[in-house]
């Protein structure tokens, strides 16, 4: 009986170690698992895979990007979870972005200094406020990089004014509008702890309700990423081995007392 154990357990081994990425966390522990792993054995078994778990990830995810062809940034936070297996990435994104057109108009000039418009121009104002839940898959993954498709579809609110010279606001107009965006996203961890990453992608709005206008443009972003839960898990594991290497060093000490 404990041959077959240990020859099913050597076949377990090898189908991870062939599995490759894809199970690189393993499967959950169950309690027949902890039951077999504590089954007094004549040899060295070999070492269980360790459990795959759910990771939760937020993030900073301000884009450029150009909306009536007009360059915009765009301040986000996306907040989600990677799923087991480290290959989907379930999240809800929020972003907004406020563009004022005053640069593209003609003003008045005071040594040196920008006093008041024109008289008769009006200044537009646009800003549109939306939130997308996302999924995302992993391409390509090594332990240095991965390459991953994102997709968003949510749910947005516009909102367009123009001022005069005066300040006085104009032709308000308040709309609601469904945004779809689709893109490729690079990372680069040339480290454990931190990473480079970068995407591109478009923004289409497939529906604008009360103010229609155009919301579609491409995006890319870039950030330096670091990874949280990477630094704490090895923080953890440093105290351990040097919690464990002070324990046998006090146990030899008892065992050994100085003659």
Request: with cysteine.
């Amino acid at each position: 009986m404990r041959l077959l154990l240990g020859e099913l357990q050597q076949v377990g081994l090898w189908a991870g170690l062939l599995m490759g990425p894809l199970a690189v966390q393993g499967q959950p522990t169950t309690s027949a698992d902890s039951a077999r792993a504590h089954a007094p054995d004549d040899g060295p078994c070999p070492a269980a895979p360790a459990p795959r778990r759910v990771g939760f990830v937020l993030s900073l995810d301000n884009r450029e990007s150009f909306v009536q062809s007009s360059a915009v940034r765009i301040i986000g936070l996306n907040a989600g979870v990677v799923l087991p297996g480290r290959r989907w990435r379930l999240g809800m994104g929020g972003y907004t972005l406020s563009r004022n057109y005053a640069d593209l108009y003609v003003y008045q000039y005071k040594n040196g200094k920008r006093t008041k418009k024109v008289v008769d121009t009006l200044t537009p104002h646009l800003s549109l406020t939306y939130f997308t839940p996302n999924v995302s898959y992993v391409l390509f993954q090594r332990s240095w990089l991965e390459v991953s498709v994102p997709l968003e579809a949510g749910l947005g609110r516009s909102h367009y004014y123009e001022t005069d010279q005066n300040g006085t606001a104009h032709n308000d107009s308040r709309g609601w509008f469904v945004p779809v965006e689709a893109g490729l996203a690079v990372l680069v961890k040339p480290l454990r702890w931190v990473g480079v990453s970068g995407s591109a992608g478009y923004r289409k709005s497939v529906l604008e309700i009360d103010y229609k206008e155009d919301f579609d443009g491409p995006y890319f972003s870039y950030r330096l990423n670091v990874f949280v839960g990477v630094i704490w898990r090895d923080w953890r594991q440093h105290r351990l081995r040097h919690q464990q290497a002070r324990e046998v060093g006090e146990t030899g000490s008892r065992h050994n007392p100085t003659e």
